[in-house]
């Protein structure tokens, strides 16, 4: 079946415990939160290894951005006037059609079933749908290339 308009179903690995309660724009790289795995499908043995890489990409849902919220034409990214009006898939805002999240954090440690992570901009409670290691040879080949808008974006999101 090309496209069209299949349903597909993912079950949560876990959830993110602590860090910010409340998903604010910017000064993520200093949220430190917990990835729990889920106990009823997991083992200590699905995370092995994983200690051995520096940082993780997170796959996540914005749960709590409601169905009326959520875009799928274009719009001024933060709503600000002085950046151009682009389709919610030229930005990486939450409230997109499937609100799935991505993001690469820094691994502080792995303790059984929790993985201890630094920058990741998820709020406490968050559904976690996979986490994956960043292996040098999946980074982007290349340069890169962004709008300025994008790059004013990024400036305080990380740090405040």
């Known amino acids: 079946m090309a496209g069209g308009n299949r349903t597909i179903a ?3 690995i876990g959830h993110v415990e ?3 309660i409340v998903p604010e724009d910017d000064g993520w790289d200093a949220s430190r939160a917990v990835i729990a795995l889920d106990t009823e499908r997991f083992t200590p043995a699905s995370l092995r290894g994983l200690d051995e890489f520096s940082h993780v990409e997170v796959v996540f849902v914005f749960d709590q951005v409601a169905e009326a919220e959520v875009t799928t ?3 001024r990214p933060r709503g600000r ?3 151009p009006e682009v389709g919610i898939f030229a930005q990486r805002g939450r409230n997109r059609p499937n609100r799935l999240g991505v993001s690469t954090c820094r691994l502080v440690s792995v ?3 929790r993985l201890e992570v630094q920058g990741l901009d ?3 409670g968050t559904p976690v749908l996979d986490v994956k ?3 040098r040879g999946f ?3 290349g340069a890169l290339r962004e709008p300025a808008w994008a790059a004013e974006i990024m400036a305080r999101y990380w740090n405040d």
């Open 81 to 83: 006037t002085d950046w």
């Open 10 to 12: 993912v079950q949560p």
């Open 133 to 135: 290691p960043v292996m």
């Open 139 to 141: 980074l982007p080949r």
């Open 73 to 75: 034409g274009a719009r």
């Open 111 to 113: 303790r059984g079933l």
């Open 122 to 124: 998820a709020v406490h």
């Open 18 to 20: 602590g860090g910010r």
